[in-house]
């Protein structure tokens, strides 16, 4: 479906109502119908409390004992792979409490993503409304140092949506291939892998993260790239499968079904 010769087929990213999005079950029979191997709910989770009062919203912590059960349970008449992982929300200088959760926690993989970091929330363009251009530029300056600290603190299997920045319209256009770049040398350095994400390919920016235009900057360094839609709803996850397909078509990237992490036991039955 996404490169010839590919056997398995995987969305890495997804959203059930442990979190942001719609029924697991619903969320699951979407991926069967697009003609997936395997679905990844990686529901969101914020260990740490912020400022911007987001961790009751999505409180992953406490709850995904209970989310494990339902996963087993649907894993009993699904054909499909179903994997018990998380999108947890990087907070600088809190690594070992980080680490703790996830050792506890036991997920099958996990995802990194940077929503907000010191005084910035790039979970919405509102923050920048009233900001100057000096304060944009130091928002982008800071999401792209945090997101090398998330990379570099080797804690996650898969790095999101990596140029974020982008998706809101008063921070559009300040990514440079500088940020990119600084990012590329990380993952090289790391074990952690990009996803391409297509969270964002019908809504406010238009296409995928990272910008298909800034995909040879990691080819050139031997970067592979796992995928995630993202989606939070069935539908979306079927426009957004269309999409991913369709795009490495016409823009081929280096992809590999799984992160390492996860190669050994995909071969394995559940």
Known sequence: MFLEGQQMIYDLHTHTTFSDGSEMTAMVAAAEAAGYDGIGLTDHCILIEDAFGRRDSYDLVTTYETRREKIQQLREDRSLRIFDAVELSYVPDTNKQISSFLDQAGFEYTIGAV????????????????????KRLAAVDTYYETLVELIE??????????????????????????????????????????????????????????????????????????????????????????????????????????????????????
């Open 153 to 270: 603190s080797e804690l996650f299997d898969i790095v999101a949506h990596l140029d974020l920045p982008e998706r809101h319209s008063l921070l559009r256009g300040h990514t440079t291939a500088s940020h990119y770049e600084m990012v590329a040398d990380a993952i090289v350095d790391s074990r952690t892998v990009p996803e391409i994400n297509a969270g964002r390919v019908f809504r406010s920016l238009g296409t995928c993260h990272p910008a298909p235009d800034q995909f040879s900057i990691f080819a050139d360094r031997g970067i592979e790239f796992v995928l995630g839609s993202d989606s939070h709803t069935p539908a979306e996850l079927t426009k957004r499968s269309s999409y991913l397909s369709e795009l490495l078509e016409t823009q081929p990237a280096p992809i590999i079904a799984l992160p390492e992490t996860l190669t050994e036991s995909s071969k394995t039955p559940q």
């Open 115 to 134: 929503h907000f970091a010191d005084v910035y929330d790039y979970t919405s363009s509102a923050p920048y409304a009233d900001c100057s251009e000096e």
